[in-house]
């Protein structure tokens, strides 16, 4: 299994975050603007949390809270739970699976955020990996 440092590198975009105090409108809008379902929150260049759509329909929509008037620190996850740089795949989706969680910012050595993990990252990666390993198998098999 690749580590997360390996994959991180190999993702097209940088990071996108948001701010606690920006508004769950504003929020949404990073969301739509960049095709993706969460983003992390990050105070002072750390994480303090993630927002997802998960969050806004639950915490905003079906409390029938205004999106433009309320910030993301009243809805977002403020449990976050991260990884580093030196952990796998596989690590990633034994924290995903345990904790019911979608995402997961990973850590550098100096405790900065060095990306962003979605389970469809990490479910990218394996069949990737699945699919190069059963490419060697069939080579080895009819040679």
């Known amino acids: 299994m690749k580590l997360l440092e390996q994959i991180l590198n190999a993702k097209p975009h940088r990071l996108i975050s948001i701010g606690p105090d920006d508004t769950v409108f504003r929020a949404l809008s990073v969301l739509a603007q960049h095709d993706i379902g969460a983003l992390l929150v990050l105070e002072g260049g750390k994480p303090v949390g993630v ?82 390993i059963i490419g060697q198998l069939e080579h080895y098999i009819s040679h």
């Open 51 to 132: 927002f997802s759509e998960r969050d806004f329909a639950r915490k905003v929509v079906l409390l029938g809270l205004d999106s433009k008037d309320t910030p993301v620190r009243d809805v977002m996850s403020d449990k976050v739970i991260y990884v580093t740089l030196a952990q796998t795949v596989e690590d990633c989706m034994a924290i995903m699976t345990d904790r019911h969680i979608r995402h997961l910012p990973v850590l550098a050595e100096d405790g900065s955020v060095a990306g962003f993990l979605s389970i469809g990252d990490l479910v990218k990666e394996t069949i990737s990996e699945q699919t190069f």
